[in-house]
């Protein structure tokens, strides 16, 4: 007998239409949060929109203040740094495990994906490239055989989704980003994991080096910027 489909409940619809909203940029970078208007948006109560905004502060999505309410996060240069460096950590670690315990899985995986990738470059279909790119890193969690290890990037995915989003807007930044992740397929299916190390350093550096130290927020500077432009 199939298992009969658990229908979600209200704070769960909330989160996952305020956590795409997000991750695309729909909700851009600072904004402010209404509760009030949220719950009248999605015709529900203040109840589970303050529960999935508690739930977006746990996924790093939300800062919460307490005389200004919730807004969607924006990152400091330092915080971009300290996610990056998280990322080679435990990128590295998932990427080796899994092309050790599920090379040839990866790979098909990884080819699927690329396979789309590349189809949504040549459409200039932003959001379904970032879907795809945000896919590729997860593929090593799903294949590498540690729950620790999948859990733990699993609670940051929406974060290190939103900047990849931002970031995207800056130019050639989507087609430097494909050329990497064909090369990391390429590698993958070499079985060098030290070589795939080295092109994911690479890949998360040019993120971690996108800005100066002294941004504060990122989102206010690369608006300043556009503004001088």
Do not use: W
């Not at 590295?92 to 949504?120: F, P, W």
């Not at 290190?160 to 494909?178: F, Q």
């Not at 994911?200 to 550096?205: D, F, N, P, Y």
């Amino acid at each position: 007998m199939d298992a009969v489909e658990r229908p979600k409940s209200l704070t769960e619809i909330v989160l996952t239409k305020l956590r795409d909203q997000i991750i695309h940029g729909d909700l851009a970078l600072g904004t402010a949060l209404s509760e009030r208007r949220i719950a009248e948006e999605l015709s529900v109560s203040k109840t589970p929109v303050r529960e999935a905004l508690a739930q977006l502060k746990t996924e790093g999505l939300v800062h919460i203040f307490p005389q200004s309410g919730a807004h969607v996060l924006t990152f400091s240069a330092a915080e971009i740094v300290d996610m990056c460096d998280y990322r080679l950590i435990v990128e590295t670690a998932g990427l080796k495990l899994a092309m050790a315990q599920n090379h040839e899985t990866l790979l098909n995986d990884l080819s699927k994906i690329v396979r789309t990738m590349r189809k949504a470059h040549k459409k200039t279909a932003i959001r379904d490239y970032l879907e795809m790119d945000s896919a590729f890193h997860y593929t090593f969690f799903v294949n590498c055989g540690n729950k620790h290890l999948h859990d733990s990037y699993n609670i940051f995915s929406g974060k290190i989704a939103a900047l990849r989003t931002h970031l995207a807007t800056k130019p050639g930044h989507t087609k430097l980003s494909l050329d990497e992740h064909l090369l990391m397929l390429e590698i993958v299916k070499s079985g060098d994991a030290k070589k795939g190390e080295i092109v994911l350093v690479e890949h998360i550096g040019r993120t971690r080096d996108a800005y100066s130290l002294e941004v504060s927020d990122v989102a206010a500077a690369d608006q300043n910027n556009e503004t001088a432009g």
